[in-house]
């Protein structure tokens, strides 16, 4: 199952930062703007003010004839004015015009009668205003006011340059935060070289909690490294005190003149024995010694093929004379041994083919057997499984042999797969990477 992608732990401290630093600032900047606007408002509206008051005072003692003149003289690039005979339209006015026309007269109480009337200049923009007022002959002075500095595109450029140092602040931050999580990186690491049998001591570092965390981590190693030892040597010892008696059994047996007791004793004693062996090299896999090698594969194989039939067993070999691998070479040899022995248990015709690829290697060892249910495929690798209803010959031993080839395989960093074969019988097949192509090695003799 594939899951969703999900950010990092750094990832998301960054964003919580980021996020939180950015909703300060908006915030911020809107209640800055906010109150910056009133400012803004009032100090207009005592500019306006005091134009209207000249204004009003300089047409008004011009005579009709002379008053567009007048007013087009007092207009400038942000107050354009112009007088007309007809009354204007009214219009209603909004909470924030009728406070500004409110501070215009509370400037100048002498317009509070010269009927002043404010609006919006355009429907789209919010920073032009216009108006009108009443001269002392019935006529009237239409006026309007551009850039009066509101509206959202000033505070817009406010906010985006206040986030510019929140973001880099904010970056700044998931900085250190990736410095103060690297211990739990490097802590990450010797977890995952735990789990493929290595033991690393990581440095204790960071903070109060994470140093705590990493001693808890070295101290568990220790302990399971302890756990291990003792299991080790309590399989060895197991394993001798059991071999002794079996080996007393059998000397007994072989000075019994009973041939039909020997023979029957003898077969229970050896399959003991190979109980013990499985069982021996299932708990003791994890700590097996041996080193990785150069191993001719072809060879290997071929040489436990003809061991076999030598003892009768009809089994073949598809594949080269000669493919190297670097792997455990008594670990694999017992792996592939199994698995030749299991198809001979169960089939009467066994046939091992070997395959090089680019970037991997294929071993196949199949049988004509009975074969194993779709539903139990998985659980015959499961440790101490026996499905003696798959298979119709009686089993011996205690269900490890599978379970042993699963772990000796993925200690090669490889898989093992059970498959049936569409003509009846079983597949196992090896699959192990190959990372650097195979070199041949001469046959040995």
Do not use: C
């Amino acid at each position: 199952m594939v899951g969703r992608p999900s950010l990092g732990l750094i990832g998301r401290i960054v964003g919580i930062i980021l996020l939180t630093v950015m909703m300060e600032f908006a915030v911020s900047t809107l209640l800055y703007e906010r109150a910056g606007e009133f400012s803004i408002k009032e100090d207009e509206a005592r500019r306006l003010a005091e134009h209207l008051v000249i204004v009003q005072r300089l047409v008004d003692e011009r005579p009709p004839a002379e008053r567009p003149a007048i007013a087009s003289y007092l207009s400038t690039d942000r107050y354009k004015v112009h007088w007309q005979r007809s009354a204007p339209e009214r219009h209603i006015l909004s909470a924030e015009l009728r406070q500004m026309r409110d501070q215009v007269v509370e400037w100048e109480p002498a317009l509070a009668s010269a009927g002043l009337q404010l609006q919006l200049a355009s429907p789209v923009r919010n920073d032009s205003v216009a108006g009108q007022i009443i001269l002392s002959d019935g006529s009237w002075v239409h006026f309007k006011m551009h850039g009066l500095g509101t509206g959202w595109g000033l505070q817009l450029n406010r906010i985006i340059l206040a986030l510019i140092p929140a973001i880099a602040f904010a970056v700044l931050g998931g900085l250190l935060v990736r410095q103060t999580l690297r211990p739990l990186k490097s802590l990450s690491r010797a977890i995952e070289s735990m789990g493929q049998g290595e033991r690393i001591v990581v440095q204790e570092e960071g903070s109060n909690e994470v140093r705590h965390l990493i001693r808890a981590f070295n101290q568990m190693q220790d302990q399971i490294g302890r756990m291990i030892a003792d299991r080790t040597q309590a399989l060895a010892a197991v394993g001798h005190d059991l071999r002794t008696p079996l080996a007393r059994l059998q000397l007994r047996l072989d000075g019994s003149n009973d041939t039909d007791l020997r023979l029957s004793s003898g077969e229970d004693i050896a399959e003991m024995e190979e109980m013990i062996a499985s069982v021996l090299a299932y708990l003791g896999g994890d700590t097996d010694p041996e080193a990785p090698i150069r191993v001719d594969l072809a060879v290997l194989v071929a040489t436990l093929v003809d061991d076999m039939t030598d003892h009768g067993h009809r089994i073949g070999y598809r594949g080269p004379d000669h493919l190297v691998a670097t792997l455990r070479h008594n670990a694999f040899k017992r792996a592939v041994g199994n698995l030749i022995e299991n198809a001979i248990h169960y089939g009467e015709d066994v046939e091992v083919s070997l395959a090089g690829e680019p970037d991997r290697i294929i071993l196949r060892v199949e049988d004509n057997g009975p074969g194993i249910p779709v539903e139990s495929l998985a659980d015959v690798l499961e440790p101490f499984v026996r499905l003696d209803a798959a298979r119709s010959r009686n089993t011996k031993g205690l269900g490890l042999g599978l379970a042993i080839v699963s772990r000796m395989v993925e200690r090669e960093a490889g898989t093992l797969t059970l498959s049936n074969r569409p003509e009846g019988g079983l597949r196992a097949e090896i699959a192990l990477p190959r990372p650097n192509p195979a070199k041949a090695l001469p046959r040995q003799q």
